[in-house]
């Protein structure tokens, strides 16, 4: 129902077709991010979540944070298409044993979808 990677705010990549747009919801600042062999078209800071214009067939996301480290390689859990806007929620826990977690929780559909974090299918909608 998202129109802003279509009609309000579309971006081309390098080959002119229109980019997917990915909203990161996110509580924290100071996140950077590395796209895949497509690379990221364009990173844009807003209030409350960060939007990254990536090219569609883009597979994979390396987030970084000076604070919370590097997560590498999150594959994304469904293809990424043309013109469309997928939402991703990046939520940190509490240090648990000096470590810090990092939840990433993401709408799939359809619900049953199978959702693989590391090359490992996840099992369980609980990831803090």
Known sequence: MDLDARVNSP?????????ALIKIVTSETGFSWDGDQ???VKAETKTGEYWLYVPFGSK???IKHPKYGLLRDYLYPEPVEKACVYEL???T??????????????NV???DAE???????????RYC
């Open 60 to 62: 994979r996301l390396t």
């Open 115 to 125: 959702i693989y974090f590391n090359n490992n299918l996840l099992k369980t909608n």
């Open 93 to 106: 826990c509490e240090k648990i044993h000096d470590q810090v977690i990092v939840s990433l929780t993401s």
């Open 38 to 40: 497509l690379g990221i």
């Open 11 to 19: 971006l081309k990549d390098q080959n002119g077709d229109i980019c």
């Open 109 to 111: 559909i359809p619900e």
């Open 89 to 91: 929620v990046v939520s």
